[in-house]
Every structure is written in C-alpha cells, then in structure tokens.
C-alpha cells in the first residue's frame, strides 16, 4: 500500500502531494485518485476533492511537490564551484545524482509518470514545463562560473546525460545495476573535461 513521504503534521497540502507521488510511482496514473489518495494518507473522504477538486488540480499539486522534492535532492547551495576550475562542480554534482539514483528511485517513477501524462494534456505540459525550468538557469550559471564558453548548450547536455542515466536506472535495463559514487564520478569527468578541459575533473 502506497504511504506518503511526508513528515508527522505536515501541512496537509503537502500530505496530500506527497501521497499523490507515492501512488503514482506504485500504481502508476491510473491508480492515482482522489479516493486513492484519501485513503493511502488516511485522512477523511472528500479531503483531496476538497483540497484539488479536478483531477487537473491534483496533477499540478503532484508537479510542484516534485518540484519542491527534487530541488531539496539536486540542492544548488551543496554545488560551490571555485573560480577557474570544475573540481567541485563534479564532485558536488556525483554527490546529487547517487543521492538520487540511491535514496528517490521511487519519485524518479512518479515523475515519469508525470512527464508522459504531460505529453497528453497540454495544460499540464505548460504547467510541468514551468516547474521544471527553476533548475536550468542555476545549472547553466554554475557552467559559466566553472569556464564553460557555451554555459546554455553545457548546460543541456548535461541534463540530456544525467536523464538518460536516471531513466536507465530507475526504470530501464540498469535498474538493478546503479553505477557507484566512484563510477558516477568517473562519468561525470569524461564529460566535463570534454565541455571545460582536462582541468575540469582532475582525479580525486
């Protein structure tokens, strides 16, 4: 039975959310309804209606959660990069990705869930693009502060590779093989020394 991740007497709110993610990476969207969410949080009939009355409204409270969740995993302030070189960028960044490949697989799910269910309802898709986009600029900056000469498309491509890794662990063919600090490390390396140089990602 699906139970939320949120803290004794958190607001309910956030109750709700979370439970709404912890459905969505058990059941998947079908199983995720008010009632559904009512009873996994056990809180009283009608609280999740009367909280996101549309099923619209529950998505996008689903989405912001994940949003909130996820930026708490990826946390920019554990990020320092110091001026001319990536060290700490890759280390802080290997740090992110296990904690998540490790410790959230199942918001992984959820929000797999979440991104297809956009691609079918383009109120979510605008909702969903505008939640997700809180983390470009931050990872961009901390590309230009490491040396990056193309800070945007860096940026992206890192992204483009930590998806595919996350995709692949969570719920592709690797999911029984998560890669170690140490191997996540070493691809973050090859592909920082490839954006900002060989004095990017020296060895620990």
């Given amino acids: 039975m699906a139970?939320?991740?949120a803290p004794s007497g958190?607001?309910?709110a956030e109750l709700i959310a979370d439970t709404a993610l912890a459905l969505l990476a058990e059941r998947g969207m079908r199983g995720l309804t008010h009632r559904a969410v009512d009873e996994a949080a056990g809180l009283p009939q009608g609280s999740t209606s009367n909280h996101a009355r549309t099923r619209q409204a529950l998505l996008e409270a689903a989405v912001r959660r994940l949003?909130?969740?996820e930026a708490a995993v990826l946390t920019v302030t554990e990020m320092p990069v110091a001026p001319g070189g990536?060290?700490?960028l890759l280390d802080a960044l290997t740090?992110?990705?296990h904690r998540y490949l490790t410790d959230h697989s199942a918001l992984l799910v959820a929000r797999y869930e979440l991104a297809l269910e956009a691609t079918r309802r383009?109120?979510?898709r605008e909702f969903y693009d505008r939640a997700g986009s809180r983390f470009r600029g931050p990872l961009s900056a901390l590309m230009a502060d490491a040396g990056s000469p193309e800070p945007e498309r860096h940026?992206?491509?890192l992204v483009a590779w930590c998806e595919g890794l996350m995709f692949s662990c969570a719920v592709g063919s690797y999911h029984a093989a998560v890669p170690s600090r140490e191997e996540l490390r070493t691809g973050f390396g090859e592909l920082l020394r490839g954006m900002l140089g060989p004095q990017a990602a020296r060895p620990a």
Wanted: proline share 10%; no cysteine.
């Fill in 122 to 124: 383009p109120e979510l």
């Fill in 155 to 157: 940026a992206l491509s």
């Fill in 10 to 12: 958190a607001p309910r």
């Fill in 86 to 88: 990536g060290g700490d």
């Fill in 67 to 69: 949003a909130e969740r």
């Fill in 95 to 97: 740090l992110a990705l």
């Fill in 3 to 5: 139970t939320s991740t």
